[in-house]
């Protein structure tokens, strides 16, 4: 008995203490800035942020004079048709590549893997004067391509990931059982492997939805998503914390949940590739 | 003589894999290979967006502009800089957190779950609290360093062009660590367990355990997990661009920040796009290492 009480307290003191210090400094700034966002702006200042008589005002102002449920709009179609165009071509490409063996397939997934690499920057400006000269600056369609750049190659990856985890004998057992190619792909393989996805389709979602530089870029008066939005808070609104910790716990809140909802297949998914590397 | 040969594969086969990838591919070379050839096209002009008429062929001419150019020479410094600190920095954070994640106590999963929230949150997000906690006169760091009595008065830590780039470095520091942590978790997942049974038997200490097996076996994630990081940290831009835009004068600015902001509030499209090559060319030492790298696994 004294022995494992010794052992138990030497855990709390080289794990669960180190875990909780780790934990602090991951989540304090988040704390803080929700903390922020509930203090009445009149104590803001001389008291500091407390959760004493704490309000929901800076939340409804947001909504009422600032018009972030119009941002969060912009943000969900954009994100969602990110979602769509890159699931869409990257199932089919992902099937391809983990089930056919074919000329240039090693070259071609390399192609994937190099677009990932690319600097944003390179990017960005092309894609402006390309977006300026066929008149799409400042649409929904604009920031869904851009957003594609990014979506395609890395779902590519990851649905090829998932793909080879199902074991071909179960489409080869469905073709010989009379299915054609097509009805073991939608019938066997893309059951098996909604799980990924979902999460592959959350993941893109997440990226879309906090993406920055190319909503400030391509968008503008008519599409503004909620991380241009919170910007222009921090210029207007320059020492109004209270507001501009609202803004930003309301445009981190989508996000993060659907996160914490997918991160168990979704890092499966990701770290495969580099644990084989 | 067709006896010898495998059986012939039918065209439909042959041809479908090309068809099934043929959307995915075409369209990114509509929207990633086409614009970055538009990129390298524009770099060799005089091309400035208010003198729309003006594109004139100057062959390398903006690239020696750049190399003239004070601003590229501490914009180029600052990038090392920024990469030489931020990438150990997230590597050791992440090995520790990941290290301590791998032992046994009873609310692991839990706190493997929240480690990670911050590399989901918004870059302009994590900006904003980090301006907040970063604040001269109301900021949580300068008022608990004060209390602890480490600092006489208040820093002005964004706008001081001594603590600005290194303030940064803190927050993306903070952003990125937990992607080498779930790596790395990963990673130690796959080190057999005898390999530790058979080292204690031998008497090997804790230390030597993790010299001996736990390193080497993790050798190939760190690479892996490095070299994307290198690449990740050095292109990005967005947080820099909403904590300082680049300021106090220049003493926050990267390479791809001064190439963005060049276009952006300049205008100067053709410049612009020399420094985003230029910055490209230096990067693709570390690209092509870790394309090799991840040729290899492609079976």
Known sequence: MMVRNRSVVRRILTVDLPVLLILCFTLSPYLWMALTSVTEKSKLFTEGPSLARATLENYSRLFSTVGFGRNLLDSFIVAGGTMVVGLALAVPAAYAFSRFRFRGRRLLMLQFLLINMFPLVLLILPLFILMRSLGLVDTYLALIIANSTVAIPFSVWMMTSYIDNIPRSLDEAAMTDGCTRFGALFRVVLPLCTPGIIATGVYIFITAWNE????????????????VAIQTLIGEYQIEWGLLTAGGIVGAMPATLLFLFVQKRLIAGMTQGAVKG | MSALQAPPVPLSRRVLPYAMLSPAVLVTLAIVFLPMIQAVWMSLHDYVLFRPRVFDFVWFKNFQTALADPVFWISLRHTVIWIAITVPAQMLL????????????PWRGLARALVIIPWALPSVVIALMWVWIYDSNYGVLNDLLLRMNLITASVPWLANPDTALYAIILTLTWQGFPFFAVMILAGLQGIPKSYYEAAAIDGASNFRQFWHITLPGLAGVLMTATLLRIIWVANSIDVIFVMTGGGPGYSTYTLPLYAFINAR???????????????????????ILYLRRAGRNIG
Do not use: M, P
């Open chain 2, 265 to 287: 509030t300049g205008l100067n499209y053709g410049y612009g796009s020399a420094l985003a090559v230029s910055f490209t060319l230096v990067l693709l030492g570390f690209v």
């Open chain 1, 212 to 227: 920055y530089l190319y909503a400030l870029t391509l968008g503008g008066r008519s599409v503004k998503t909620i991380t």
């Open chain 2, 94 to 105: 992440g090995l520790a957190t990941a290290l301590l994640l791998n032992q046994e106590f």
